[in-house]
Nanobody, 115 residues
């Protein structure tokens, strides 16, 4: 069983920055993809950014150029650097990891962009 613990969420002003972290622990065999997803209030969950164990990244068009996903495989940790935050970025952000073909999810962390 893989456990994901997120940190770094909070309240930030428009144009500001936040850095989210997600550390995986437990019975890890071989993590492939990791990623960040978000669910705005009243909307469906959507992909924000993903990264393979080889470092290949994929971004939603709405965040490309503003957000950067990275990972430290030695620490089983994935990061999301969020710059130039907008009101539309307000959401609950979830960490995801794939291990042995099974998906695991973090508890979610609130990101609120407000003036």
């Amino acid at each position: 069983q893989v456990r994901l613990v997120e940190s770094g969420g909070g309240l930030v002003q428009p144009g500001g920055s936040l850095r989210l972290s997600c550390a995986a622990s437990g019975s890890i065999f071989s993590i492939n993809d990791m990623g960040w997803y978000r669910q705005p209030p009243g909307k469906q969950r959507e992909m924000v950014a993903t990264i393979t164990n080889g470092g290949t990244t994929n971004y939603a068009s709405s965040v490309r150029g503003r957000f950067t996903i990275s990972r430290d495989n030695a620490k089983n940790t994935v990061y999301l650097q969020m710059n130039n935050l907008k009101f539309e970025d307000t959401a609950v952000y979830y960490c995801n990891a794939e291990d042995l073909g099974w998906d695991y999810w973090g508890q979610g962390t609130q990101v609120t962009v407000s003036s």
